[in-house]
């Protein structure tokens, strides 16, 4: 009789279980690469997010000077004609495109009457910017409407860029019957930065052609 040969599978047992280790492995490595790509791509997104949301909170642009306003009429019954508010950049602050800066303005008068538009600044394509020494002598602009001007530059010809070291005026019209106690309220929205309110009543006296809202 010949003796029983006794066959054994451990060597095969064994090699499917090195395979199932080895599968377990690399799925396990995927996963970590995708777990770790996903970590890394969501701190940068919270980044760039943070970075957006500190440059929206933080101003861009700022009074520069005092808001200065021209009038018309004679000493008894002077008006506000025109408003100029200075404009500069904060430290820090990337240049502003003047092109892109929203303005909205409200004139409360003295009775009460309340003017608003939320488009004082209209860009249009042939939108020049100039250098001006005296405000009060810009013509062309209807109610409630407002242009920019340079008051400090060194450039022979202003672009639509507001840059370090330059001064821009906003000069808008006021509506008829801006006197003593109307309450002028500016809103200037730059592309990038905090939204600048400047708020102003006119002083109870009017008696000369130009008037200083900061200081009646």
Known sequence: MKPKVRRTKRGIVG????????????????????????????????????????????????????VIASTTGTNSNRQVDLVAIPIKLTAGSRAIDLNKTAVAITVILPDGTAKHTDNGYLYSSGTTFTKTTDFGQITGLNELQATFVYARTDEETPD??????????????????????????VEIKPPQGATITIERIVPPKIDSDYVDLDIG
């Open 160 to 185: 639509n860029l507001l840059e370090s070291g330059e001064i821009v005026l906003l000069v808008f019209k006021a509506p008829t019957g801006t006197g003593p106690y109307s309450r002028i309220i």
């Open 15 to 66: 090699i499917e279980a090195a395979i199932v280790l080895i599968a377990f492995v690399l799925v396990a490595s995927a996963l970590a690469f995708v777990v770790l790509n996903m970590g890394m791509f969501t701190t940068q997104k919270t980044k760039e997010v943070i970075a957006r949301a500190y440059e929206e909170s933080t101003r861009a642009i700022d009074i520069a000077g005092n």
